[in-house]
Antibody, heavy 117, light 110 residues
Framework: QVQLVESGGGLVKPGGSLRLSCAAS????????MSWIRQAPGKGLEWISYISSSGSSIYYADSLKGRFTISRDNAKNSLYLQMNSLRVEDTAVYYCVGMGLWFGDSWGHGTMVTVSS | QSALTQPASVSGSPGQSITISCTGT?????????VSWYRQHPGKAPKLMVY???SRPSGVSNRFSGSKSGNTASLTISGLQAEDEADYYCSSYTSSNTLLFGGGTKLTVL
């Protein structure tokens, strides 16, 4: 069955960087659009970024553009999120999501990112 | 871009029906048929319940139905069950090629 496993979360100081990874299995990864979506503790869902199946089309939330970069490696069935200049308000659970065009079809369990000094 | 507007909480008794609204603008909810709904139990990942306004994924109960009128989308849950108690989020594609979520609604089954 579809499985998405995030990794790379942890504790980082403000201004630091982190790279999240998502390993996909159980489906043809190269056919799927993918997104990263996050959820701050006790808060709602926030969409971060979206990448097309080939990686040729990429979109970002305006508030995060310039600090976060999404990428994928279809040969490795993997999705990535490079996060730079991290802020305290970036503290959240980060979900890797398989997209059916513009809806989240399959969700990973998430990886926690904590930005704190 | 502001989040879509959802009621903070709704409640209902077992067996009853409830509706959760999701209000946006003509640049998101009203302009496209790309509204989806998610259920999230505490400590768990969200689960897709409805997509493209009114379509249900395989395996989701037909007690869940979606609709849209103008700039407001709605999720109706009929025959409420204890397991339906959760947070519910709507989302919509926007004219800026982004995805916008609602603030979430806590459903309590009395």
């Amino acid at each position: 069955q579809v499985q998405l496993v995030e990794s790379g979360g942890g504790l980082v100081k403000p201004g630091g960087s982190l790279r999240l990874s998502c390993a996909a299995s159980g489906f043809t990864f190269s056919d799927y659009y993918m997104s990263w979506i996050r959820q701050a503790p006790g808060k709602g869902l926030e969409w971060i970024s979206y990448i097309s199946s080939s990686g040729s089309s990429i979109y970002y939330a305006d508030s995060l553009k310039g600090r976060f970069t999404i990428s994928r490696d279809n040969a490795k069935n993997s999705l990535y999120l490079q996060m730079n200049s991290l802020r305290v308000e970036d503290t959240a659970v980060y979900y890797c999501v398989g997209m059916g065009l513009w809806f989240g079809d399959s969700w990973g369990h998430g990886t926690m990112v904590t930005v704190s000094s | 871009q502001s989040a879509l507007t959802q009621p903070a909480s709704v409640s209902g008794s077992p067996g009853q029906s409830i509706t959760i609204s999701c209000t946006g603008t003509s640049s998101d909810v009203g302009g496209y048929n790309y509204v989806s709904w998610y259920r999230q139990h505490p400590g768990k990942a969200p689960k897709l319940m409805v997509y493209d306004v009114s379509s249900r994924p395989s395996g989701v109960s037909n007690r869940f139905s979606g609709s849209k009128s103008g700039n407001t989308a709605s999720l109706t849950i009929s025959g409420l069950q204890a397991e339906d108690e959760a947070d519910y989020y709507c989302s919509s594609y926007t004219s800026s090629n982004t995805l916008l979520f609602g603030g979430g609604t806590k459903l309590t089954v009395l």
